[in-house]
């Protein structure tokens, strides 16, 4: 079965630059039918979309995080990838990697805590 | 501020069904039939429990049911058990722009 696992670092620094990779095993990476979001949630708090990319490349961000987000894929490693510039406390959170199907988000990773903190 | 609007808690006895509701606007819940409902267990990543408004995905228990009405939507559980103490989100589709915007979330306490 398909399965998705977030990796990278724990904590970052503001004003420095968030990097998470999401590693999918399982198969269905290559096809068509799906798409991989990046969604996340602060602590305590509700989830928040920050955007997605298919196999193809080409990619979607929420409009509130689009000047600071890019998403990338390498189709080689079957991974897609998050960068978040110019973070602050605000960007502490569980950030997770899902597969994205029709509207809806049909598995997901186990998420990783990324604190943002001097 | 969540998008959509959902109650903070909702309680239940085993054996009970609870309704969880979940307000949007015409540009989200009541312009699509996208809402798609997810469950989050304490530490746990969130599980997807409907989409499609009403679709249960395989392996979900037919207990979890959903409908929409104008601009909310609603998850019903019903046959309570105390597994199904969670948190549970509802999410909708809002347009290519703003693809999906989620509800601030609904702890369901089994009593």
């Known amino acids: 079965q398909v399965q998705l696992q977030e990796s990278g670092p724990g904590l970052v620094k503001p004003s420095q630059t968030l990097s998470l990779t999401c590693t999918v095993s399982g198969g269905s990476f290559s096809s068509g039918d799906y798409y991989w979001p990046w969604i996340r949630q602060p602590p305590g708090k509700g989830l928040e979309w920050i955007g997605y990319i298919y196999y193809s490349g080409s990619t979607y961000y929420n409009p509130s995080l689009k000047s600071r987000v890019t998403i990338s894929v390498d189709t080689s490693k079957n991974q897609f990838s998050l960068k978040l510039s110019s973070v602050t406390a605000a960007d502490t959170a569980v950030y997770y990697c899902a597969r994205g199907f029709g509207k809806a988000f049909d598995i997901w990773g186990q998420g990783t805590m990324v604190t943002v903190s001097s | 501020q969540s998008a959509l609007t959902q109650p903070a808690s909702v309680s239940g006895s085993p054996g009970q069904s609870i309704t969880i509701s979940c307000t949007g606007t015409s540009s989200d819940v009541g312009g699509y039939n996208y809402v798609s409902w997810y469950q989050q267990c304490p530490g746990k990543a969130p599980k997807l429990m409907i989409y499609?408004?009403?679709k249960r995905p395989s392996g979900v228990s037919n207990r979890f049911s959903g409908s929409k009405s104008g601009n909310a939507a609603s998850l019903t559980i019903s046959g309570l058990q105390a597994e199904d103490e969670a948190d549970y989100y509802c999410?909708?589709?809002?347009?290519?722009?703003?693809?999906?915007?989620f509800g601030g979330g609904t702890k369901l306490t089994v009593l």
């Open positions: 499609g408004v009403n």
């Open positions: 999410c909708s589709y809002a347009g290519s722009s703003t693809f999906v915007v």
